[in-house]
């Protein structure tokens, strides 16, 4: 089974970038979807961007669409983030599935493997 490497956080001001990294161990994922997704202080996780592995489709949470562009360059697949805000603030898990990862809603119980978690933390 694959292994999920995050990197790419850190903490910004709102309105800032960020961008997000994450490799499989091995240089290969397993599964055919790879997604992000966030877990904020007392809140559930949610998924807030997949994309379906060498396609061109991509899924977004509604709140991040237009800001956050999730892209795969090779076995790499980044998520990046531009107008950050204070309450997109929590530890974004990078997460590979088969195909039904790639549908909306972006659901967790979905996900074979995940990635330990970067942290992102937008100061207001």
């Known amino acids: 089974q694959a292994q999920l490497v995050e990197s790419g956080g850190g903490s910004v001001q709102a309105g800032g970038t960020l961008r997000l990294s994450c490799a499989a161990s091995?240089?290969?994922?397993?599964?055919?979807?790879v997604a992000w997704f966030r877990q904020s202080p007392e809140k559930e996780r949610i998924g807030v961007a997949a994309?379906?592995?060498?396609?061109?489709l991509r899924y977004y949470h509604a709140s991040v669409e237009g800001r956050f562009t999730i892209s795969q360059v090779n076995d790499r697949i980044y998520l990046q983030m531009d107008g950050l805000k204070p309450e997109e603030t929590g530890t974004y898990y990078c997460?590979?599935?088969?195909?039904?990862?790639?549908?909306?809603?972006?659901?967790?119980?979905?996900?074979?493997?995940w990635g330990q978690g970067t942290l992102v933390t937008v100061s207001s």
């Open positions: 994309i379906y592995l060498d396609s061109s």
């Open positions: 997460a590979e599935g088969g195909g039904l990862l790639c549908s909306w809603p972006i659901r967790p119980d979905r996900v074979n493997v």
């Open positions: 091995g240089n290969s994922f397993g599964g055919s979807c």
